[in-house]
């Protein structure tokens, strides 16, 4: 049998790939997350310092821990509450919701008068993130992971066949805490309100793994770097002490 050489010149080549169908990007913003009221600090889950004596207002409640002057972050975790890079692969959930009748079409026109079909897609993406509040002294209440969730519509070309490939390209999660002070003594608050907003930034792709035929050339592997040892180096001697002077001659 003769065999066709692969080194050098082109060849016909027969590869497997994803075809990106369809790719779309937008922020999409979590619909406004809110706890109000001191009864609703038993959602939120709030752990506080231990040996620290809260005025009234109740254990888990940071406002009546830590005081009225309170700064406020949040961010993204796996349901057990370890910090995670919302960036990640995997590391939220972003997926196709089916839908009973399969992907509906619809027509719809471009700005130069065509039209064109494509297929109502619904994509789910939901997470956690924890909330932790701390005061000037350093001390803080942290939270329990916080669930989080949210569904969008898209118009892609999506024919059957063809899969959601979703990559969360940017994550945004700002919080607020309001504490309202109880009755004149000062320094005595409570919690009366806590709102988390989140916003990401998503690529969305529609692709199918299919087979194409190209003409292209094989790669070669480049050439290794030369690696040279360096010579042994031993540290200098102090030869005036040691190991000095040899004995001085005497006469013969």
């Known amino acids: 049998m003769d065999f066709k050489s692969i080194s050098g010149g082109q060849e016909t080549l027969c590869i497997k790939v994803n075809k990106v169908y369809d790719w779309v990007t937008r922020q999409a913003d979590v619909p406004l997350i809110a706890f109000t009221g001191p009864a609703s600090l038993a959602d939120i ?78 994509v789910l993406k939901k997470g956690f993130i924890v909330v932790r509040v701390s005061n000037a002294a350093g001390l803080s209440c942290t939270s329990d992971p916080i669930a ?43 919690f009366q309100q806590l709102d988390i907003s989140i916003n990401l930034c998503q690529n969305v792709q529609m692709e199918a793994m299919v087979k194409l035929e190209i003409t292209a050339d094989f790669c070669q592997p480049r050439p290794d770097m030369p690696f040279v040892c360096p010579p042994l180096a031993f540290p200098p001697q102090c030869p005036t002490v040691f190991p000095g002077p040899g004995p001085t001659p005497t006469g013969i």
């Open 148 to 190: 989080w969730a949210v569904s969008e519509k898209f118009f892609l070309c999506a024919p059957p066949g063809t899969f959601l490939q979703c990559e969360i390209t940017d994550f945004e999660c700002d919080a607020n805490i309001i504490c309202r002070q109880v009755g004149i003594t000062p320094g005595v608050f409570e």
């Open 45 to 122: 889950g709030f752990d506080c310092p231990s040996g620290v004596t809260p005025t009234p207002g109740g254990a888990g409640d940071p406002c009546a821990f830590l005081g009225g002057n309170l700064t406020v972050e949040c961010f993204p975790t796996d349901e057990e509450g370890n910090p995670i890079d919302p960036l990640a692969p995997g590391a939220i959930l972003c997926q196709e919701i089916p839908q009973p009748e399969g992907r509906a079409s619809g027509q719809f026109q471009l700005p130069d008068g065509s039209t064109v079909t494509l297929q109502k897609v619904k």
